[in-house]
Structure formats: C-alpha cells, structure tokens
C-alpha cells in the first residue's frame, strides 16, 4: 500500500514543482510554450491555495500565529486576482511578463514565510503537534480532485477572494458587501 506525504511535505513539493515552472518560464521566448507554462502555473497555484485554505490553514486556527495566517489568506487573494489576470490575457498583452513576474515574486515570499525554520507556518504547525499524516491524507484527496476538475475545464474558474478591504472578487468582479450592524 502507497504511504502518503505529510502535509508539509505534499505543500513542499507543490513549491518546489512551480519555483521550476516560473523558472521555465523566465528562460523561454516561444508565446506557445510562455501560455503553457502560465497554464501549468495558475493551475497549480489554484489547487494549492484551494487545499490550504480548505484543510490544512482552518487545521492551524489557534496553533500558529494568528498574523501568519491572516498575512496567509491575503498573499493568496494577491495572487488569485494576477491569476485571473493572466489566465484571461496572452503573451502579447501588455504587462504580461510583468504580472508573470510580480506573481513568482509574490510566491516566493509566501513559500519563504511558510517554510521558514522556526517562526514559519510548517514549523509551527509541526511544534503544534497536527497529525500532518491525517492532513496530508486529506490534502491529497481534495489536490487530486480538483486537479482531476480542472484539467476538463477550458478555463480557470473565477477568483474568490476573502481579505480585500470591502469587496470580495466572485466572477472576477468586486461584490460589495453587507456592512455590519
């Protein structure tokens, strides 16, 4: 019977498998394979923030600093809405290569403050004591099921956005929300 990563080593692996796809793509000229790879790389990027925010960033709630959490969630919207950009334009666009860009950069940052020894969200999370096992189990479910999902689709579907101030993105388009009483 297959052993399943934990969760932080499934995360890692999702992290070490678009850090190469950016690179890839910093080396090519071919518009073709420049839509491939964004294809690749927002896919990717959509199902990882997906799995963590549905299982293993709700696990964290009340065992890893609250801040990390926060900052978390909106390093994700940032890159859903440049995902929603690129996913709906081409290499010929302007900004292209500057929101392809922007976007790795936005990811390498998410990636150092997770996997940072000791303070970052994975260290903490293991100090913490989660049953990483149990998670990765789950993580690979869902990751597997949206993958599965999203290779039949012709497009990414809309950004859903959770921490931008008033508005979340649903259909790529701001929606305005009740203000509290």
Do not use: W
């Amino acid at each position: 019977m297959p052993t399943t990563q934990d969760a932080i080593a499934l995360l890692k692996a999702d992290h070490r498998k678009v850090e190469e796809l950016f690179e890839k793509y910093e080396k090519t000229r071919d518009e073709a394979r420049k839509v491939a790879l964004v294809r690749e790389i927002c896919t990717e990027l959509t199902v990882h923030a997906s799995i963590e925010e549905k299982i293993f960033y709700p696990a964290c709630n009340a065992k890893v600093e609250e801040d990390m959490l926060d900052e978390a969630y909106v390093e994700h919207d940032g890159a859903k809405v440049l995902i929603a950009e690129l996913s709906q334009g081409s290499p010929k666009d302007a900004f292209y290569d500057a929101k392809v860009k922007v976007l790795s950069e936005l990811i390498k940052h998410h990636v150092k403050e997770e996997e940072q020894p000791k303070e970052g969200i994975f260290a903490q999370a293991r100090e913490a004591g989660l049953d990483l096992a149990a998670l990765g189990t789950k993580l690979k479910m869902l990751k597997d099921e949206l993958l599965a999902d999203l290779t039949k689709r012709t497009a990414l579907p809309p950004p859903e956005t959770r921490s931008f101030a008033g508005h979340k993105m649903i259909q790529g388009r701001p929606v305005k929300q009740a203000k509290a009483a």
